[in-house]
């Protein structure tokens, strides 16, 4: 399978030399199966950049939901506008009426010209419940993130290898609700985990309730969950380079403390994963 970041920015866009490493562009990322099959999650400004891409079969979109970092990009991906192209919306069935609209009203006229409705190209919504089988080879499975309006959290198995991804998520509210545990499970085993770490825990107090987690306790996540390979994601816009360069410290510090062959490291613009 290959994994490739075409966005990792969180909340809005924030191109300029400070964050040139890790990019300004917000969430994106392409999975593709071993057997070629692609799945794009979030439409965040990073999906531009998939433009330039060969499509030769049906083209999957999951949406994690509707904040506009995670569904902006979609007016500028350029498959929407050809008449060949078959796009298939993924959303978790908890959240599809209120995703579907906020796609359509991004479209309506008002805030961009060209109106949902007349796209040429064949777009079909598809509900999924709790898991999805998209082939013999490839399914997915959501798990409700803790962000205020809802996410999800998507686990794709292609066969015996996993990439599991959950953005805009607050662990430590996870834990309040006690749904911690399970979303451990649900992530035990991943080959690739790529989560939100937005923030550091001295910043959390601050910024609680907003939706998003520590370096920290990602670092927590990837142990308890006996992952080898994260990475962390929707970087703050207001992070420099140099600051998410600074995360490797504190993660060195937890991961040594646990005695895991564990690495965990920032999620960047154009980074492609072969597994
Ligand atoms: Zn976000
Ligand atoms: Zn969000």
């Not at 950049?49 to 500028?76: A, C, E, M, V, Y």
């Not at 959501?142 to 998507?154: D, L, M, T």
């Not at 994601?233 to 998410?244: F, M, S, V």
Request: glycine residues 6%; negative net charge; hydrophobic residues 35%.
């Amino acid at each position: 399978m290959q994994i490739k970041f075409h966005g990792s920015r969180g909340s809005i866009p924030a191109p300029g030399i400070d964050t040139i490493k890790y990019g300004g562009n917000t969430s994106c990322v392409e999975f593709v199966s071993d057997e070629g099959q692609r799945i794009i999650i979030d439409a965040g400004t990073g999906i531009r950049k998939i433009n330039r891409t060969q499509f030769n079969d049906k083209i999957l979109l999951f949406f994690s939901h509707s904040h506009w970092d995670h569904l902006q990009g979609l007016p500028f991906f350029n498959q929407i506008f050809n008449p060949d192209a078959r796009i298939e919306i993924l959303l978790n069935a908890r959240y599809y009426d209120g995703i579907k609209s906020d796609l359509l009203k991004q479209m309506s006229g008002k805030s961009f010209p060209i109106q949902f409705d007349s796209l040429p190209c064949d777009i079909k919504f598809i509900k999924i419940e709790e898991k999805y089988e998209i082939d013999s080879n490839l399914y997915v499975e959501v798990f409700e993130n803790a962000h205020p309006g809802g996410s999800s959290a998507i686990k794709i198995v292609n066969k015996n290898k996993i990439f599991t991804f959950s953005t805009d998520n607050e662990i430590s509210i996870m834990k309040e609700r006690k749904t911690y545990d399970n979303f451990v499970k649900f992530c035990s085993n991943s080959t690739i985990l790529a989560h939100d770490a937005q923030y550091l825990d001295a910043e959390m107090k601050n910024k609680k309730g907003w939706g998003h987690s520590s370096i920290q306790d990602v670092c927590d996540l990837l142990i308890e969950s006996q992952i080898q390979t994260g990475f962390f994601t929707h970087h703050d816009p207001e992070r420099t380079d140099d600051q998410i360069d600074d995360f490797e410290n504190i993660i060195a510090e937890k991961i040594s403390r646990s005695g895991r062959l564990t690495t965990l490291s920032g999620a960047r613009e154009e980074d492609v994963i072969e597994i």
